[in-house]
């Protein structure tokens, strides 16, 4: 049973538009979510995260939102760049447990 | 700080065999967590390791086993390696708020 789901296996956007990485859920007990980025041949590193109790979370380029209703989260990159050509994993968890439950990933290419 | 660090980088053995893979966490933390992502899957939790005792497992097979040391660094063993073990082995530091410092990972190939 896959818990966070990210339906889109890849995105290609062009240098300087929006994208949009989505992540869906089903454990409504999950109130913390994260999104990390991994290039190849490393190990991934933190984005931005959000808690249950906000909608949204802004860090510069990127901002993810959160619908709780909807058990979706989306992450917003503006403008992309090149050198955000990666796979991005969502990862949710529950309470303060750090054990974390992560999606299947979205490899992202932003062609310049 | 240092981060987390994984040995070795690459690892290939053969079908049967077994596999140690190694970590050190970020310098002081106590807990050390490993994922396994296969080809086409997302990071899959392992195990939890904290103060020297294993703390939780994932869904894994006994074959799958570890151990942390004194000093906190820690052991993934796989035995009787299987063609579908071949994945990046991905060791972790939990670091609040942010979830996880991970290593570049130990990618283990199975022949």
């Known amino acids: 049973d896959q818990q966070v789901k990210q339906n889109s296996p890849s995105l290609s956007v062009q240098e300087g538009r929006i994208s949009i990485l989505n992540c869906d859920y089903t454990?409504?007990?999950?109130?913390?979510f994260l999104w990390y980025k991994k290039y190849p041949a490393e190990g991934p590193t933190f984005l931005i995260s959000i808690s249950s109790i906000k909608d949204k979370n802004e860090d510069g380029r990127f901002t993810v939102f959160l619908n709780k209703s909807a058990k979706h989260l989306s992450l917003h990159i503006v403008p992309s760049q090149p050198g955000d050509s990666a796979v991005y994993f969502c990862a949710a968890s529950e309470g303060s447990n750090y054990k974390l439950t992560f999606g299947k990933g979205t490899l992202l290419t932003v062609n310049p | 700080e240092a981060g987390v660090t994984q040995s070795p980088t690459h690892l290939i053995k053969t079908r049967g065999q077994q596999a140690t893979l190694r970590c050190s966490p970020i310098?002081?933390?106590?807990?050390v967590y490993w994922y396994q992502q296969a080809l086409g899957l997302g990071l899959q939790f392992l195990l939890w390791y904290d103060e020297g005792e294993e703390r939780n497992r994932g869904n894994f097979p006994p074959r799958f086993s570890g151990r942390q040391f004194p000093n906190y660094s820690s052991e993934l063993n796989v035995n009787a390696l299987e063609l579908e073990d071949s994945a990046l082995y991905l060791c972790?530091?939990?670091?609040?708020?942010?979830?996880?410092?991970f290593g570049s990972g130990t990618r283990l190939t199975v022949v």
């Open positions: 972790a530091s939990p670091v609040s708020p942010i979830g996880y410092t």
């Open positions: 310098s002081g933390h106590t807990s």
């Open positions: 454990n409504s007990m999950f109130d913390y």
